[in-house]
Structure formats: C-alpha cells, structure tokens
C-alpha cells in the first residue's frame, strides 16, 4: 500500500514539474492521471534505492537552472558524447529517474543504453565562455 501511495506521490510530482502550475484543477488532474494509469509491482524497489533516486533529482533542479543561465552567456556551446554510468538495477522506475535526471539539464539528453545495460550515452554540450 505504501508503494502505491509513493508511486501516485511520484507521479503528481512529476506532473506538477512538468506543468509548473500550481491551480486546483492542474493538480486533481494530475492526481486524477495517476490514479488512472496502472500500477504494476512485478517486483519489489527498495525504498533506499527510491530515496536515493529521487535525491539526484531533486539535486539536478539547481544544477539545471545553473546550466539554463550559463547556456544564455556562451557563445557556442561544444557538442560531444559521453557515457554515464547507471546504478545497474534494471528497476523501470528507477532506469527513469536516471534519464530523467541525465535529461533534466540543459547539457545533456540520455540518447540510449549501452548492450551491457550499465552505461547511459549522453549527448553533451560544453559552453563556451564569451570575450569579454
């Protein structure tokens, strides 16, 4: 009952980042869409490893706002690929979480998973400092 509770929880959260409004009727739909789609439990998600997830995410947000402010000073920003490594768990909810916080930034977008299924390629952007 309370991964359920958590899972509706997670959801609404999502959803009010991903509207960013904060009105009653945004949020009962919210609430109402995480009702309404399934919760599956195939296999049981370790809360520590949910806590620690959501702890990258919600350390991302300052970091992406950093990032949205140095991408408005740069000239032109560098592209390039990169490899992130995950946590191994093979977790749906927490495979998401992971993308989410790699894609969160604006320099950087999850574009797949290695064969091994432990890596994450990610393309990069690097900024480029204006003259002064």
Do not use: K
Not at 62 to 67: D, G, L, R, S
Not at 116 to 125: F, K, Q
């Amino acid at each position: 009952m309370i991964a359920a509770l958590l899972n509706v929880a997670l959801r609404v959260g999502i959803w009010m980042l991903l509207t960013q409004d904060p009105r009653t009727l945004n949020v009962l739909i919210g609430v109402s869409m995480a009702l309404l789609l399934p919760i599956e439990n195939r296999r049981a998600l370790p809360l520590r490893d949910l806590v620690v997830a959501l702890g990258h995410v919600l350390a991302a947000i300052p970091q992406a706002f950093q990032q949205a402010v140095q991408l408005l000073a740069c000239r032109r920003p560098r592209a390039g690929f990169d490899r992130v490594r995950g946590h191994g768990r093979r977790n749906e909810l927490l495979m998401f979480l992971e993308v989410f916080t790699i894609t969160l930034t604006p320099f950087s977008i999850c574009l797949s998973l290695d064969r091994s299924g432990r890596e994450y390629h990610v393309h990069t952007l690097t900024p480029e400092r204006r003259a002064p």
